[in-house]
Each structure stands twice: as structure tokens, then as C-alpha cells.
């Protein structure tokens, strides 16, 4: 990841890589290019990246939490051996107090783009994120316009963290490594990724947030986060399709993938093919009527808008996506009826019946999905303040009868009431 991160940071020195980034049209953002010449940003956000997954030698679930609670601790001698260090580069470098408090902050944010690109975050948590990225930058002591450019050049920093966390999840690590240590390979790597579907998210997040830091910025001290908030739950509630289509295509792109590698199931591997390929309109309009059919999308959205974290529930959905397709599998191949596919005679073309086959699987996932997280959402009267919803426990607890359960084609009464007594275990906080 600090190999990965290195070349992100050469790749973005030119500013031509910027600009293609934000297809030309962002001039105001050239000021977070990254010096020609070693410097105390990039020392800073290399730091953050070699201490990024420190935290998980106390436990793995939330260990950014945890890795920026151990760096926070160590503000002595270790600061000042981090001091000694920048000082070989120049007399006029210093690492302060403040400093070390940034780096365990972008230890702590360093996989919130990652969550957000997989729809388990919302851009509700990004307030907290800019508020302290907006506090730091007011340590160089500048007017308002340099005082945005260097809240600007913190929060790429922090994306650019993110990103080659992400690059390097996404691909084979050895191979990866390989290739990172070519300049010509890496860079290949790099735009590959960027112009790809994983990379297009991020980018499109960045953009929100730096939309959000210029409004945070207006004022150069101001303590209230409620407009932010307000207007960070309205872009919310606007992404709220988008944020489950990320969930959902997310969660079914791993068993999905297992699937379409797997010779023994041809049917399968067909429909695994067609799924992989729907559009993102396809999947938007399943969404949209899902909602309709279970409950009032105004009050679905409005709700949804106000979760800013899912935690844990991109493995949760995995579970239950594996369980659908082994059921599936198991239906094609004539050994059970889940009702999640259609069966025809023989005159139907066989090319024709895999698609159709697939929209089904399709919309009755998109179902399934929306039917728990409407449950979740209404569970309660009323939500009109910043919430969060833990799928960790029900993720671990899940077994196969309760995934039978989840997935039952039952009638709807024995259905719900199954699925009120499995969900239990998933808490609003």
C-alpha cells in the first residue's frame, strides 16, 4: 500500500494527470498538485499510509479507530524522533503537536472513500472528516482563499490514502507489487484503475466533498456544523438510489465473480455473465421499484439519508447473495424451486431465457435488499437526526436456516415474522 501510494503521489506531481482527472474543468483545484521535491505533506501522508492498518494489531473490525487512538497516544518521543527526522531535510521543518494529530486523522478516515464507494457509508460522516481537515489547515495561518487551497491539498491527501487502499485490495497483491516497481508498469496500473468503474466512484465522492469543504470554507472560524450537515444530508438524500445500487452490485460482484469462474454450473456461468453486465440504469430502476412496492419512497429516502454508516453490511449482503445463488444453481439444475428464476419450455432461445433469468435473479435480489433495509429503516418511528446501523453481530450470527428464512418464498405473514426475529440482532445507534 506505501509503494502504492508513492506512485499515486508521483503520478499526481503532473498536473496534466490532474486535470484528466477532473476532465479539465476544475482550474481552482491545480493547487493540490504534489511538490516536484520532497516536502511535509507528502512525509505526513506517506507516515499515515506505513501506519494506516496499525490498529488491527488491537482487533480488525474498526481498526482505523483504533490505529488512530495508538499514534494520537505517542505525542513525545516518538514526535520528537519523527522531529529529528524532518529536521536532516531542513532546519525550517518541524513536526508538531498538530501534525501527528493530522496523521492519526487520516489513519482514522483512511477507508471512509472505500465504504462509501461500497454504499455502506453515506456522505453524512464526511462533516466530522472536513471539520478537522478545515481546523488543521489553519495552523499555516493564512487568508481565507490559501486557507481553502490547503484544506483542499488535505482532503486529496486523505482521498489519495483511500485510493491506493483500494488499488491495492482490488488487485493480485504480488502482481501488483510487481509492477510498482516499473515506472511505465505502475502508471498503467494506476490509469487503469482510475478510469475504471471503482475509480469513477471515488472521483465523483471527491467532488462532493470538495463541493462540501468550499461551502465549510466560506468562513474562515466557524463553529457550527449544522449547515453542513443540512446540506450534506440533502446531497445524501439525492444519492440515496445511487448509494444502493453501490451496495447492491457491490455485494453481489464477489459470489457473482466465484460463480462465473466455475465450469461445473454452464447455466449459471451464463446468467453470472449477463448479471455482470446490467447497467447502471437497469439496476437503478429495479431499486426505484422495490422501494415503490414496499413502502413510501419519499419517506424511504428521507430515512436512508439520515444513516451515515452501515457498518459491516456489505459482508452481511455477501452472505445472503451466496445463499441466493447456491439456491439458484441448485434450481437451474432441476434439484429444488426457489421461485427466483423462470423455467421454460424448449422453444424458448436458450440465449434469450439466461437474460430473462438473470433480470429475475436480478429484481428479486434488489428485493430482498430493499425488504430488510426497510424493515431496519421503519423499525422506529420516526429518524430525522444522523444514525447508524451495525450489521457486524447479525453478519456473524447469520447461519443457514437464517438465510433460508431471509430468502423464503413462505407466505408473507410467516415470512415477516421470521425476518422481524433474524433482523434482531442488526441495532440502530
Not at 508521483?10 to 493540490?32: C, I, T, W
Not at 506505513?50 to 488512530?68: C, L, Q, S, W
Not at 482510475?194 to 463553529?223: M, N, R, T, Y
Not at 415503490?292 to 449482503?317: C, H, K, N, P, T
Request: net charge neutral; proline share 3%.
Amino acid at each position: 500500500m506505501v509503494a502504492a501510494l508513492a506512485r499515486l503521489v508521483m503520478h499526481f506531481k503532473v498536473a496534466d494527470n490532474l486535470r484528466k482527472l477532473f476532465q479539465g474543468r476544475a482550474p481552482e483545484y491545480a493547487s493540490v498538485v504534489y511538490s516536484k521535491e520532497p516536502d511535509m505533506r507528502s512525509f505526513k501522508l506517506m507516515l499515515a499510509a506505513f501506519y494506516h492498518d496499525i490498529g488491527k494489531t488491537v482487533v480488525d473490525p474498526r481498526h482505523a479507530m483504533e490505529g488512530a487512538v495508538i499514534l494520537a497516544y505517542h505525542t513525545t518521543s516518538a514526535r520528537y524522533r519523527l522531529h529529528q527526522i524532518v529536521r536532516q531535510y531542513g532546519l525550517h521543518y518541524e513536526f508538531e503537536r498538530d501534525d501527528l494529530f493530522y496523521v492519526s486523522d487520516l489513519v482514522l478516515f483512511h477507508d471512509h472513500y472505500g465504504t462509501l464507494s461500497t454504499g455502506e457509508d453515506g456522505y453524512l460522516p464526511l462533516v466530522s472528516m472536513i471539520d478537522r481537515i478545515k481546523r488543521y489547515s489553519l495552523k499555516h495561518d493564512t487568508n481565507k482563499a490559501n486557507q481553502l487551497e490547503w484544506s483542499r491539498r488535505y482532503l486529496f491527501d486523505l482521498w489519495l490514502l483511500n485510493a491506493a487502499d483500494i488499488m491495492v485490495s482490488l488487485e493480485h497483491k504480488f502482481e501488483l507489487q510487481d509492477d510498482l516497481c516499473d515506472s511505465k508498469a505502475a502508471s498503467a496500473r494506476i490509469h487503469t484503475f482510475l478510469e475504471g468503474p471503482k475509480g469513477d466512484s471515488l472521483v465523483h465522492d471527491l467532488k462532493i466533498s470538495f463541493q462540501l469543504l468550499a461551502e465549510h470554507c466560506q468562513k474562515k472560524h466557524f463553529d457550527d456544523l449544522a449547515p453542513l450537515q443540512s446540506r450534506a444530508h440533502d446531497i445524501s438524500k439525492r444519492h440515496v438510489i445511487e448509494r444502493l445500487r453501490r451496495l447492491v452490485t457491490n455485494s453481489l460482484a464477489g459470489p457473482l465473480s466465484r460463480r462465473g469462474a466455475d465450469p461445473g454450473t454452464p447455466q449459471m456461468q451464463a446468467m453470472a455473465s449477463v448479471l455482470e453486465t446490467l447497467s447502471e440504469e437497469h439496476w437503478a430502476a429495479a431499486i426505484v421499484r422495490a422501494i415503490q412496492a414496499v413502502e413510501d419512497f419519499g419517506e424511504f429516502a428521507s430515512r436512508l439519508a439520515w444513516i451515515g454508516r452501515m457498518d459491516y453490511a456489505l459482508g452481511f449482503f455477501q452472505r445472503i447473495a451466496e445463499e441466493a445463488l447456491t439456491r439458484v444453481t441448485a434450481d437451474l439444475a432441476g434439484q429444488g424451486q426457489t421461485g427466483w428464476v423462470r423455467h421454460s419450455g424448449d422453444d424458448i432461445d436458450a440465449e434469450y431465457l439466461t437474460k430473462t433469468q438473470a433480470l429475475f435473479f436480478a429484481d428479486n435480489y434488489v428485493m430482498c435488499v430493499i425488504q430488510i433495509l426497510g424493515y431496519l429503516l421503519f423499525r422506529e418511528p420516526s429518524i430525522d437526526r444522523l444514525r447508524n446501523i451495525e450489521f457486524g453481530d447479525a453478519r456473524d450470527r447469520i447461519t443457514p436456516e437464517k438465510l433460508a428464512q431471509l430468502l423464503s418464498t413462505e407466505g408473507p405473514f410467516r415470512a415477516r415474522r421470521a425476518v422481524q426475529a433474524i433482523l434482531q440482532t442488526i441495532y440502530l445507534y
